[in-house]
C-alpha cells in the first residue's frame, strides 16, 4: 500500500488532510499536484499580513466571509516547526518530545463499526461503495461503515484551507466525505491567482488550452501518473 503522509504543525498541533484537498496520501501524490497540499502549504506559511504588491495572495476581495478565512489562514503557520509525517515514521526520525512514531495516528479519529440496513442492499459478498458514504460498503445485506467517537488530538484545519485554496485556484471542491474531487465548472477562463491586479485585469487569465491542460494533469495525479502524463481530450470531464 505504501506509505501516507500527512502536513502537521508540530507547535500547533495542527494537520491539513490531503483527501480533503484533492489529494491522495502518499508523497508523489502531494507533490506532483498543482493544487492541494502544495499549494495549502504555501499559503500557509506566507509571511503576508498584509498585501505588498502585485502577486500577493487576496486578503480583500468582495466576499467579506472569505477576507475572514483568508485572514486566519494565510501565515497561520509562519515561523512555526511544519513537518509532513508517514504512518511509518520512527521515533527517532525527530526530535524525542514529538513523539514521531504517534504524529499521524493523533491526526486521526477514532472511530467504531456500525452496521445498518440500508435501501440499496448488496448480498454478493463484495465490498461495494455508496455514492454517498465513500467509506462504506454493503455486506450481507447491511451497510457497513465507521462513525466518529472522538476526534483527532491534533486540530485539523482543512475547511478553512480549502476555502483558501478554492479561491486562488479558481475551482470548487466536491464531495463531503473521502477524497474530493476538484469542479472546475465550465468556465472558459480560470485565473491561476485571483489577485488584485488580476480582478482588475491588468493580468492577462488563463486561455481556454490552459484551463484543459491544468484539467489534464489534475485528473492523470490523481489517478496516480506522473505530472508530465496527460489524459486524451476525451477523458476529461
Known amino acids: 500500500m505504501g506509505q501516507y503522509w500527512i502536513p502537521v504543525n508540530l ?3 495542527e494537520f491539513i488532510h490531503p483527501h480533503k484537498l484533492g489529494n491522495g496520501l502518499k508523497l508523489w501524490e502531494q507533490a506532483a499536484s498543482g493544487y492541494g497540499t502544495s499549494t495549502a502549504l504555501i499559503i500557509l506559511q506566507a509571511v503576508m499580513p498584509e498585501g505588498r504588491g502585485g502577486g500577493d495572495l487576496d486578503l480583500n476581495s468582495d466576499d467579506e466571509e472569505y477576507n ?3 485572514a486566519r489562514v494565510i501565515g497561520r503557520w509562519a515561523g512555526d516547526r511544519v513537518a509532513l509525517v508517514g504512518d511509518y515514521a520512527e521515533d527517532e526520525d525527530l526530535p524525542a518530545r514529538f513523539h514521531a512514531s504517534t504524529i499521524y495516528k493523533r491526526c486521526r479519529a477514532k472511530t467504531k ?3 445498518s440496513l440500508h435501501p440499496d442492499k448488496l448480498n454478493d459478498g463484495t465490498p461495494h461503495k455508496c455514492s454517498h458514504q465513500a467509506s462504506g460498503w454493503h455486506d450481507e445485506g447491511s451497510y457497513v461503515h465507521y462513525v466518529e467517537t472522538s ?4 486540530k485539523d ?3 478553512d484551507v480549502c476555502r483558501v485554496v478554492e479561491y486562488v485556484g479558481g475551482f470548487t471542491y466536491k464531495g463531503e466525505d473521502g ?4 469542479d472546475f465548472g465550465d468556465q472558459e477562463n480560470v485565473s491561476l491567482q485571483p489577485c488584485e ?4 485585469g491588468q493580468s492577462t487569465p488563463k486561455t481556454a488550452e490552459e484551463v484543459v491542460a491544468d484539467k489534464k494533469t489534475v485528473q492523470a495525479t490523481k489517478n496516480g501518473t506522473m505530472l508530465d502524463t496527460l489524459l486524451p481530450d476525451e477523458e476529461i470531464a
Open 197 to 200: 491586479c488580476c480582478r482588475k
Open 157 to 159: 484545519i482543512s475547511e
Open 151 to 154: 476526534p483527532p488530538k491534533f
Open 179 to 182: 477524497w474530493r474531487d476538484m
Open 113 to 115: 463499526e456500525v452496521r
Open 68 to 70: 475572514e478565512i483568508a
Open 11 to 13: 507547535d500547533k498541533k
